[in-house]
């Protein structure tokens, strides 16, 4: 039997972000990604641009809902110092970088800049300024954040990355029985009770098969879609602009 989706407010979501049950929360999800290995999925998802980039230009990265900014700061640390450099647009609801963390991506060659911004707003932001848009980004990627969007609003979502991007990648829950069964058992790892409840709602608004390829706009330019489960409980999706393919900017 399948598991319908259904997308529902998760706690973490509702709490200010010095609430000190957030902050456990967000120290229970460093760690569940690490028993997850989201950081070599997402690393080998950056793998292509890092390693074979044929331009001096800094690489230009978007993450959306990048939270804390700690995931994508251990898989930069997968690829040593970026001597072209890297400039990173960080884009939250909330300003949860810390300057630490700032710090250590400017060890790697990586600049960041911090952007306070609603997704939603930023998909009305952007779709207004479609037929104008300069600002590009080399890949734009996303971990555990698709999941909190209704098909509509994915479906508004790639619309706007579709235009702003050669590449997209997203790493999510992956909906499925093993999945909730894993996020019941969550408490084992010490999480709190935010934690423990935002994991349930998590799988249960995941995705499986071939659910968010088929919510990507079809007309325009050719894309190479491709989507498939990775590590334990992962879900993953990519998105490669067809004739950028051969070119790693």
């Known amino acids: 039997m399948t598991l319908p989706r259904i997308v529902a407010a998760e706690t973490l979501d509702t709490l200010d972000a010095a609430d000190p049950a957030a902050r456990r929360s967000r120290r229970d999800l460093q760690r569940l990604h690490k028993v997850m290995a989201t950081a070599t999925i997402v690393g080998r998802a950056f793998a292509p641009l890092m390693n074979s980039r044929r331009s001096r230009a800094p690489l230009k990265v978007l993450e959306l809902g990048a939270g804390d900014g700690t995931l994508l700061l251990r898989v930069a640390r997968q690829f040593g110092v970026a001597h072209n450099g890297v400039e ?29 911004t609603d997704v939603g707003d930023w998909i009305r932001e952007s779709a207004n300024i479609q037929v104008a848009r300069t600002e590009r980004w080399d890949i734009i990627f ?82 190479e879609l491709a989507e498939f489960p990775a590590g334990l409980f992962s879900h993953c999706f990519t998105a490669e602009r067809v004739a950028r393919k051969e070119s790693c900017k």
Not at 96 to 101: A, D, I, S, Y
């Open 88 to 116: 990173l647009t960080s884009l939250d609801r909330q300003d949860l970088m810390t300057r630490e963390t700032i710090r250590a991506y400017a060890r790697l060659g990586w600049s960041v800049r911090v952007s306070k």
């Open 142 to 223: 996303t971990t555990l954040f698709l999941h909190h969007l209704a098909a509509a609003e994915l479906a508004a979502l790639f619309e706007v990355i579709e235009s702003a991007t050669d590449r997209f990648f997203a790493c999510e829950p992956r909906r499925g029985w093993p999945a909730l069964l894993g996020s019941r058992l969550v408490g084992v790892l010490g999480a709190n009770a935010v934690t423990r409840n935002d994991a349930v709602l998590s799988v249960q608004a995941g995705f499986r098969e071939a659910e968010l390829r088929a919510l990507w706009p079809m007309g325009g330019a050719q894309w």
